[in-house]
């Protein structure tokens, strides 16, 4: 057996380890200690902003590295910074962007090193339930002013009461009388009976829960097929059953590969309903191309904003349609409407950061409180009470959800319209303003049609 | 519903167990010669769909075409897979390839999402997005070349083993490796022909999946598990057992979505490969464990 | 002629681990949030490493479904608290608990599969509980939870529960290493067949070395969940859990008991460092994974305590 008692060197040699490794330890510490604890001078006004520029809700999120650089770019140079009156001067700003990876566990943990780390002054989220709502919880907590967009209210409504986070964006019902408005508009073409499947998620519950509703009080007839969970890919039992009553409407909610897997199905199966209202599926124009065939064309969706609404950039003056064609001319890629709203969220922000002028979180987060502001995407007002901006009857729709009423001085309403897929001339698919509900201002851009009238003979 | 609808289920199901059959075999292949589930097979499946993606995109052929390019690039992939990585870790213990398979899974997965993005991808074949009738019933056309696939590939594999050298090398290798090397055999170099083949196959069924679905860089999970449950209810090895599994997991998923709803249909299909898996480890068909 | 590897003896450094715990309790007094929220991830991926690289490493068993214990750790503890109002340190506790007793039920179906079939079994029963889950309306199905309760504590106060499971699972190891149990374990790791025949009852071994390690991993989606306050189906039981706890007890030496330690402070720098830059840490520790478990399979500490030709006490 070996020698098993320790010689002078051995010893040493491990105490030394250790040594070393202590004194390596309290280096790190203190370093880290002293530049936690520098006095932070407003060299920068930061603001940090979470996006999930990885993974399956990635194509939200693929604008934003350029939208982070335009607003940067605009806001340092062309304005010189922000005038914030507590200081007396411009100060610039540094948006610090983290990639979520679309994951909501990650999304809380970014949130809380911007707070914590990068001391940011306040926060800006978008991009769907997964995203926005840990952000936003992870601001509650830290006490740091939030600026929410693109995210269905009720949806995010399931961390309230909020004190510090602010959401603008449409509510489910709103989208709900969309969707059943742009079936009104076809009139006597359908028959009125409409299948409806949605993803097993909030977004897919809330939706079935408020179309079914609207579309019953309508006078529609709905086939609800229930939810189906995520990677769902063989929906033929439905489809029977949808051809079997002849169901001439189709609505749902999916992530885009599931309502690939089901509409790919209808065809093969000979189910071509004449309208198929989706939500969530059909926003991009890479997801209508991944159908593959013609099998975009004719696919009617909620829209958010388009070019031909008629805002302007309260920050550059853009109209969306001068926006989109500054991203497309940049960076060669179709647009979408995410990249619309991220500017929007920074109008927000930096219009709350002048009234509130100065970096005080709790000034900010009135300023915030205090926004009315019109925005590239629409006027943005946390102030309004409910009963001013809608009718009574979609009052007593949103009474069905309490807490649409108890927080509504946290989201502001943002208009929400049908558009419909058809073959394009510059890119393989574009989006046309099929139906704009109570948004006169915004004007449609072409007649809805049935699926079969736009494929032709 | 009616009789004729039931039946039409049943029927898709049968030609989409085709599908889950093509995939699992590359599995099964794997598995049965060199005794190691390969974690990331799933992953490598997927791989090939973007490779073939890649590749229609830059020279705009057909899906099924792009196969001749695909399919050899992804044979050198599991022949230097194997020799490189898999030869090296056999010796270091039972899980070490467990540990390395999912690890490349890993890899696979966020080194397909640096290059292609998160965008949702898709094989096109217009051609078979239409509506065949044949007698009264609607099959799926996509599910249909998953189908036709699948027998072409068994029974391609099936000549192989039984007619070629290599064939009956890969078969003798894992059953008795002295006596091979006594003839002449080098494991280690058989094995790594054998996984070329299985990438071969893997390869064939990761563009038919393409074909079939939309496919993302972590779309590789669902379909190692499925290839996993195939594999087990036909017993490992055995490529008759992964055909008649891969029947069985394509009922399953149809029949469990019309019985409990979509919600529970994947969840029923992991069900029953868990409760196979608890009955009879060996598969359904014996084979080795 | 071979080299000689002295043994250290640990008795011999009970005032340096002294000093160290001092050391370490006092840490979140002084440095700053973010440090503190990296010591408790730290402390958290530690300790579910170290549980996870002994039954890899010793026991044989390669679990694949860490992630069904740290939903269910969080999911308990949050229900606990926020639906029937306990305490919320008592809720994490018995959250730990409940974890651990899901463990022993699920020993049953699981643990008479073997190999590469059981880790494959722990995947597919990780994401049965996630279908579950998502569709399970008393926990908010796929919309989540978001545990108000936890708001009001601090960091500081998450800190030391966090540093407290870390140790735990250190003396977990120890112990499963030296105990008569960890003995039956490390046979069954060399050859089940062989320990069985021995006259070791390799289920009930295996079976409790499952369920103190989930006892732990269940503890640790408890704190995490206190920590980030929002849980839902798809991120609490997601794969990435297993795999990052696979990365940190390979990388720095799987099965030993420092090994994590290098391993977590890489795996938690790597992430802050690379969260700029997108999604390139989770490809560069997995190539570097697969190269240590190709090269290197003794991990860094491996390396280190080879070319320091020091040798402590086995787990360490």
Same mark, same amino acid.
């Given at each position: ?35 936690? $604890? ?92 997964? #995203?926005?709502?840990? @952000? ?136 071509? *309903? ?26 009617? $969706? ?5 070019? @031909? ?20 001319? &940049? ?31 709790? %000034? ?20 309004? *009470? ?28 943002? *208009? ?42 | ?28 292949? +794997? ?31 057909? *899906? ?36 390395? #398979? ?182 359904? +068909?014996?084979?080795?464990? | ?120 079994? $722990? ?79 390799? +289920? ?6 499952? #369920?103190?390690?989930?006892?732990? $991993? ?30 940190? &007890? ?58 320091? %030709? ?7």
């Amino acid at each position: 057996m070996k020698n098993r008692f320790l010689s002078k060197s051995a010893v040493t040699k491990v105490q030394a380890a250790i040594i070393a490794v202590v004194i390596v330890v309290a280096v790190i510490a203190g370093v880290a200690y002293y530049y936690s $604890t520098l006095p932070k001078a407003p060299e920068y006004i930061k603001i940090g902003w979470p996006v999930p520029l990885t993974g399956g809700i990635a194509s939200f999120g693929e604008p934003d590295p350029w939208v982070a650089q335009q607003i940067e770019d605009y806001v340092n140079n062309e304005m010189g910074g922000v005038y914030l009156s507590e200081y007396g001067r411009k100060i610039p700003i540094k948006i610090i962007q983290r990639d979520t990876k679309s994951d909501a566990d990650f999304a809380s943990t970014v949130a809380a090193e911007l707070i914590t780390k990068e001391q940011v002054d306040l926060m800006v989220v978008l991009h769907t339930p997964a #995203t926005v709502v840990p @952000v936003s919880t992870q601001c509650e907590r830290y006490e740091v002013p939030c600026i929410a967009f693109d995210c269905p209210v009720l949806s995010w409504l399931t961390g309230a009461p909020y004190e510090w986070s602010y959401l603008a964006f449409w509510t489910e019902v709103d989208v709900a009388e969309v969707f059943v408005g742009i079936w009104d508009t076809l009139g006597a073409k359908t028959n009125k009976k409409v299948a409806g499947l949605w993803s097993d998620d909030p977004d897919g519950r809330t939706f079935r829960e408020l179309t079914i509703a609207v579309a019953e009080a309508r006078g529609y007839t709905v086939i609800d097929s229930g939810l189906a969970p995520y990677g769902t890919t063989d929906f033929s039992s439905y489809i029977q059953q949808w051809k079997s009553a002849k169901a001439e409407i189709l609505t749902g909610n999916f992530i885009p590969p599931d309502f690939a897997s089901l509409w790919r199905q209808c065809r093969e199966m000979g189910y071509i *309903p004449k309208v198929s209202t989706i939500g969530r599926s059909v926003l991009f124009p890479a997801s209508v191309e991944a159908l593959g065939g013609d099998l975009g064309v004719g696919l009617t $969706t909620e829209v958010w904003v388009h070019k @031909v609404s008629p805002f302007k950039s309260s920050l550059t003056g853009q109209t969306p349609a001068e926006l989109a064609e500054a991203y497309e001319e &940049a960076t060669g890629k179709q647009w979408s409407t995410p990249l619309i709203f991220s500017h929007a969220a920074f109008e927000t922000a930096i219009d709350a950061l002048q009234r509130a002028g100065s970096l005080d979180k709790t %000034k900010i987060k009135d300023a915030i409180a205090d926004t009315d502001l019109d925005t590239i995407v629409g006027n943005v007002n946390y102030k309004k *009470p409910l009963s001013q901006i809608l009718t009574s009857e979609e009052l007593a729709l949103y009474e069905s959800y309490p807490e649409l009423i108890n927080n509504q001085n946290h989201y502001s309403i943002t *208009p929400v319209i049908g558009g419909q897929w058809v073959k394009g001339t510059k890119w393989p698919y574009e989006l046309e303003v099929v139906y704009n509900w109570k948004y006169d201002n915004i004007p449609e851009t072409a007649q809805v049609k049935t699926i079969p009238e736009l494929l032709g003979p | 519903m009616d009789i004729l609808s039931f039946v039409n289920l049943i029927f898709n199901g049968l030609l989409l167990g085709g599908l889950f059959a093509l995939t699992a075999f590359g599995l099964s292949v +794997f598995a049965g010669i060199m005794r190691v589930i390969n974690i990331a097979h799933g992953d490598f499946a997927i791989l090939a769909a973007y490779l073939a993606f890649s590749i229609i995109d830059f020279l705009k052929i057909d *899906p099924f075409l792009s196969l001749l390019i695909v399919a050899p690039i992804m044979f050198v992939i599991g022949y230097l897979f194997q020799k490189f990585t898999i030869n090296r870790v056999l010796p270091m213990g039972a899980n070490q390839p467990v540990l390395v #398979t999912f690890a490349l899974s890993i890899v696979i997965q966020n080194l397909l999402l640096l290059l292609f993005t998160a965008d949702a991808r898709s094989l096109i074949t217009p051609y078979l997005l239409t509506n065949i009738e044949l007698f009264g019933l609607n099959p799926s056309p996509r599910y249909a070349a998953g189908f036709i696939s699948a027998l072409i590939v068994f029974a391609a594999i099936f000549i192989f083993f039984k007619k070629t050298y290599l064939g009956k090398a890969m078969r003798a290798v894992p059953f008795d490796s002295e006596a091979a090397k006594m003839i002449g055999i080098k494991s280690d170099v058989v094995y790594n022909y054998a996984a070329g083949l299985a990438m071969l196959v893997v390869a064939i069924a990761g563009v038919l999946l393409g074909i079939t679905f939309t496919f993302y860089p972590d779309t590789g999970p669902v379909y190692v598990l499925l290839s996993f449950g195939v594999v087990v209810m036909g017993g490992l090895g055995s490529l008759k057992g992964s055909l008649v599994g891969g029947f069985i997991m394509g009922e399953a998923l149809v029949l469990g979505g019309f019985f409990f709803g979509s919600r529970f249909q994947l969840m029923f299909c992991y069900l029953v490969i868990l409760i196979i898996l608890y009955i009879k480890p060996q598969g359904l +068909f014996g084979g080795r464990v | 002629m071979e080299e000689e590897f002295r043994m250290a003896n640990l008795k011999n450094y009970y005032t340096y681990i002294v000093i160290a715990l001092a050391f370490l309790a006092s840490l979140p007094l002084w440095v700053g949030g973010f440090l503190r929220d990296a010591l408790i991830l730290f402390f958290l991926y530690l300790a579910a490493a170290e549980v996870w690289g002994f039954m890899a490493k010793h026991a044989g068993i390669v679990s694949l479904g860490q992630q069904i214990f740290m939903g269910v750790g969080g999911y308990a503890t949050a229900v606990l608290c926020m639906y029937y109002g306990f305490p919320l340190w008592a809720s994490v506790i018995i959250a730990g608990l409940f974890g651990a007793g899901l463990a022993g039920v699920l020993s049953f179906p699981l643990l008479r599969l073997r190999g590469v079939y059981f880790s494959i079994g $722990t995947f597919l029963a990780a994401e049965i509980i996630r279908l579950f889950f998502n569709s399970w309306e008393f926990v908010g199905a796929g919309k989540g939870l978001i545990f108000k309760d936890a708001y009001a504590i601090s960091t500081t106060l998450i800190y030391y529960p966090a540093l407290a499971i870390g140790i735990l699972s250190i003396f977990l190891v120890y112990f499963l290493y030296h105990s008569k149990l960890g003995f039956g374990l490390r046979s069954i790791g060399a050859d089940e067949d062989a320990a069985s025949g021995l006259g070791v009852n390799t +289920f009930r071994c295996k079976a409790s070395c499952f #369920t103190l390690a989930s006892l732990i $991993t269940s503890l640790v989606g408890a704190v995490n969940v206190v920590h980030h306050t929002y849980l839902n189906p798809t991120s609490a039981f997601s794969i990435s859990w297993t795999v990052n706890f696979l990365f940190v &007890a390979v990388i720095g030496g799987a099965g030993t008991i420092i090994g994590p330690f290098i391993g977590s402070t890489i795996f938690v720098a790597l992430g802050y460092l690379l969260s700029q830059y997108l999604g390139l840490s989770l490809l560069l520790e997995g190539l570097v994974v697969l190269a240590i478990l190709i090269a290197i399979p003794e991990g860094v500490w491996g390396v280190i305590s080879r070319k320091l %030709k020091v040798k402590l006490k086995p787990p360490f």
